[in-house]
C-alpha cells in the first residue's frame, strides 16, 4: 500500500479521535513517544557491527520486530505535526533544500563528515 503522508496523517487522526486520545497528544509527550520508540528500535542493534545490524534487519524473524518500531517512531512523528499544526511534507522538502546547500556534492560525495568540516 503506497499512502501519501496527508492520508496517514488522517488516518491515525481518526484511530487517535476514536479513542479519545488527543487529550494526551501534546508536542511534550509526542516528543517522549517519539524518543522511547526511537530507543525500542535502536535496541534491536544494540552492540551489533554495521555489518552484524545489515544482517539482522533482513532477518525474516526479526524483521517484522523492527518495522513494527519503526512504524510507532513515524504514527508518533506524524500526530506529533498534527499536534503543532506542522506540515511534514513542507517541513520535509525546506530540510532537504538546507542540506543540500550544506552538504553540496562536490564536497560531501563519499564522506561521513559535518558540514562544517567539508
Known sequence: MNDSISSLT???QD???AREWRQFHNPK???VAIAAEAGEL???FLWATPEQSKA???DAVKRQNIADELADVIVY???FANATGLD???SIEA????NAEKYPVEKAKGRSEKYTEL
Open 10 to 12: 488522517a488516518r491515525i
Open 15 to 17: 484511530f487517535v479521535d
Open 29 to 31: 509527550d509526542l516528543s
Open 42 to 44: 535502536m535496541e534491536h
Open 56 to 58: 539482522i534487519a533482513a
Open 77 to 79: 512523528a506524524l500526530e
Open 88 to 90: 511534514v511534507a513542507a
Open 95 to 98: 530540510k532537504m533544500r538546507a
